[in-house]
């Protein structure tokens, strides 16, 4: 058996307000929309990953979600000019990672990172 794909569900009644966020600002690719349901993601192959977690780091809550990307800063920059708030960093840790968390529309706390 080998697990070919992990899909964290968010529960809204907004599906669309979903573009702005991973759409528009983080540049995902809307890979399904039935109206009740729209899946972001990428056709790039991405790692299978699940943590499980005490606490987020350096003092920081758990975020819901995790996201990795190649330019932390230009997405920084992206999200202020979006008008979402960031509610850490940005920050260097010492485990090796650029972040800041921001939450999305839907109010989950989103972890973006980029390794140095």
Do not use: C
């Not at 983080?26 to 192959?45: C, F, N, P, V």
């Not at 995790?66 to 920050?91: Q, R, T």
């Amino acid at each position: 058996m080998t697990v070919r794909r992990i899909v964290t569900n968010i529960a809204t009644k907004d599906v669309a307000g979903a573009k702005r966020f991973y759409h528009d600002v983080l540049g995902l690719d809307l890979l399904m929309d039935m109206g009740w349901i729209a899946t972001y993601g990428s056709e790039d192959r991405m790692q299978v990953q699940v943590s499980f977690m005490t606490e987020g780091g350096s003092g920081t809550p758990v975020p819901d979600l995790s996201i990795e990307v190649d330019d932390v800063d230009a997405v920084l920059d992206a999200m202020k000019v979006a008008d979402f708030a960031v509610e850490y960093g940005p920050a260097d840790e010492p485990w090796g990672v650029r972040r800041f968390y921001v939450r999305d529309p839907f109010g989950r706390l989103v972890n973006i990172l980029t390794h140095r």
